[in-house]
């Protein structure tokens, strides 16, 4: 089996897809980012469609946390035909040579580690197109609140992976809004697990960190994201107050003496 057939067996497929896809051979391939799309050549499908190596299902510990990317269309079709028959998009993320199925039935689905021959097609190309910057949050609703600050949150998906609690207590809804449509918002319903201080997705679990976690807990009881503490103001200006009132002291007695005169000396004696 060709890579490019492994991808496609691999990855999820959206429901206008036949399921015989899998069996199918790519026919067309576009990189799209930031500046535009490139069309891979079919030389280079070919080249690398004849490589050994297969496309596989990636590990949590793989996927990377919100990072630059890119958008593939691809087109499938009957071996030995040029005639596509049915198109999808799948996210592109270089860094790591991972791949996720663009599609809404794509949800809970794993990520796709391509191989060295895919990511040397996908390099190629994308020297001539500059990617999609990393997302960013726009809004966070934590249960029934919404965030004041979303941008910190875009961490809750970039920390160590995490084994399945043995009970769940408590969960809190997360919904987390976006710039633009990318990789991480495809990770369906999310929910926070404030004793374990995990993050609970389609995909699995991931440790929270502990400063982002006592962000979270705060907003979720209708606090500050960061306590209000008074020891960053409250001791300059004790300082300042204690200065202020030596000086007055200071400057009181000079006027006092001043009003009542320096003693006279007394002559001295004939």
């Given at each position: 089996m060709s890579t490019w057939r492994a991808l496609v067996a691999t990855l999820p497929r959206p429901a206008t897809l036949p399921v015989a896809a899998a069996a199918k051979e790519v026919k067309s391939l576009s990189l799209c980012g930031a500046s535009g799309c490139v069309s891979v050549e079919a030389g280079a499908l070919a080249r690398y469609g004849r490589d050994e190596g297969s496309a596989r299902a990636a590990t949590p510990a793989e996927v990377p946390g919100p990072t630059r990317f890119y958008r593939l269309e691809l087109g499938v079709g009957e071996p030995?035909?040029?005639k596509v028959f049915g198109r999808f998009q799948v996210w592109y993320v270089p860094s790591a040579g991972l791949a996720y199925g663009a599609d809404a039935d794509a949800l809970g689905q794993p990520w796709t580690k391509l191989t060295r021959g895919q990511v040397a097609v996908l390099r190629e190309a994308a020297r001539s197109v500059s990617p999609f910057p990393a997302p960013e949050l726009r809004r966070v609703r934590i249960g029934r609140r919404t965030s004041v600050d979303p941008a910190p949150y875009v961490e809750l998906l970039a920390g160590p992976p995490a084994r399945m609690p043995d009970e769940i207590r408590g969960p809190v809804p997360l919904e987390l809004s976006w710039d633009r449509p990318n990789p991480w918002a495809t990770s369906?319903?999310?929910?926070?697990?404030?004793?374990?201080r995990l993050l609970s997705t389609l995909a699995g679990y991931g440790h929270v960190?502990?400063?982002l976690a006592g962000r979270l807990e705060r907003e979720a009881d209708g606090l500050a994201p960061v306590a209000e503490t008074s020891t960053s103001w409250a001791l300059?200006?004790?300082?300042?107050g204690g200065g202020l009132l030596v000086l007055g002291s200071a400057l009181a007695l000079l006027a006092r003496r001043r009003r009542q005169g320096l003693p006279r000396r007394r002559p001295a004696p004939a």
């Open positions: 030995g035909s040029s369906g319903y999310v929910e926070y697990l404030p004793r374990e960190p502990e400063e300059p200006a004790a300082l300042a």
